[in-house]
């Protein structure tokens, strides 16, 4: 699921594009600060290091007016609460080097909380050194963007989701904030949580109100609505399919533009494969009734494109759909990278709740 994700929900795109895939990442550089497509790591001089790195942020300076599309809180928070300077030479790790990005500039959709979400994300991965980790203070300052993106999209069929997951934040930003900067990767929070004794009860599981255990939760939910969220992408025809059978050109005025699933459904089979195996009989009958009440798909994208859905026209759906697009292929490296570290210090806990 995950590991493939990018290449599946980048590929659907084109067949319901009015412009081309060139458009979004192809064009050999990403405009939220990795070039793709290669397989080593990239350096950066430090004149260039505001324009390529944080979507034009960099490491604690001020943004730009280049980049995503102008300036925000989210933005102004995270360059601040960064180290005060940039490395002449910057490493960025090559894995996070592949990821597409696109900035609301070319979307049209600046400031929205789903801009902000993905550059919060996109910002996660750790740089410097070839080291594959995830930067502790900027998954949960991303964590807590997407909660707020959650709870204005969701409504009433997510709230069971959004207050799990403000629990389980609440319990790893506890830890976080008590020496942020003795924890500047989420390897070296989970091993200090690890290596003190009385966080963790033997047997191999995980403290109830550990950062580990609510970090673990976190990456399940997240796993869910990235299942969830690529519902909401067109896919492609079938290959071999007659190319009247799917959209691979722009549809004439009036036809019919290919459309995602129904988020109820979508939902319910994001949940069985990624929480109920996790979930007792209580929350198994809870959830799902919560998720029955998915609005439609169309609802469901205004609301992530803050317009009305009047105002959801075959332009405004597509730009949407490209930025869902984007959030996706974002998280799905991230959450694999996520339970590595996990597996790796073996802390995945599958009891059941």
């Known amino acids: 699921m995950i590991a493939d994700g990018r290449t599946r929900s980048i590929s659907k795109i084109p067949y ?8 979004l990442e192809l064009d050999g550089y990403c405009d939220f600060g990795f070039p793709i497509g290669s397989s080593t790591p990239t350096t950066c001089d430090e004149d260039d290091y505001d324009e390529y790195c944080d979507d034009g942020g960099g490491d604690g300076k001020s943004p730009s007016n280049g980049g995503g599309g102008g300036s925000s809180s989210s933005s102004s928070s995270t360059s601040t609460s960064t180290s005060t300077s940039s490395p002449s030479s910057v490493a ?3 894995f996070a080097s592949t990821l597409p990005r696109v900035t609301s500039s070319k979307l049209d959709l600046r400031n929205s ?6 550059r919060a994300f996109a910002r996660a991965f750790a740089r410097g050194g070839g080291v594959r980790d995830v930067d502790a203070g900027r998954l949960l300052r991303a964590c807590r963007a997407h909660l707020d993106l959650m709870r204005s999209v969701g409504g009433s069929a997510l709230c ?41 009860p033997p047997g191999g599981c995980l403290g109830e109100t550990s950062a580990a255990m609510g970090l673990l939760w976190i990456r399940r939910s997240l796993a869910f609505q990235s ?26 005025p009036g036809e019919n533009a290919p459309t995602g699933r129904h988020p109820r459904d979508a939902a319910n089979e994001a949940y069985q494969l990624h929480l109920a195996p996790y979930h007792g009989w209580m929350l198994r009958a809870a959830f799902p009734a919560s998720l029955s009440q998915m609005p439609h798909r169309d609802v469901f994208l205004s609301k992530f494109g803050e317009v009305g859905i009047d105002d959801l026209d075959r332009d405004m759906e597509y730009k949407i759909v490209r930025k869902l697009g984007a959030l996706v292929s974002t998280l799905e490296p991230l959450l694999m990278l996520w339970r590595e570290c996990f597996e790796r210090l073996d802390l995945e806990d599958n009891r059941r709740v």
């Open 92 to 94: 960025t790790w090559s």
């Open 16 to 23: 319901y594009s009015t412009g081309t895939l060139n458009e």
């Open 160 to 200: 069971l989701v959004a207050r799990d997951l403000e629990n389980n934040l609440r319990k790893a930003e506890a830890v976080y904030h008590t020496s942020p900067g003795k924890f500047p990767t989420l390897t070296s929070l989970l091993e200090h949580e690890r290596d003190t004794p009385g966080v963790h």
């Open 227 to 252: 299942h969830l969220f690529e519902s909401l992408i067109p896919s492609p025809p079938e290959e071999g399919a007659p190319s009247s059978g799917g959209i691979t050109t722009p549809p004439s």
């Open 113 to 118: 909380r789903l801009d902000e979400v993905i």
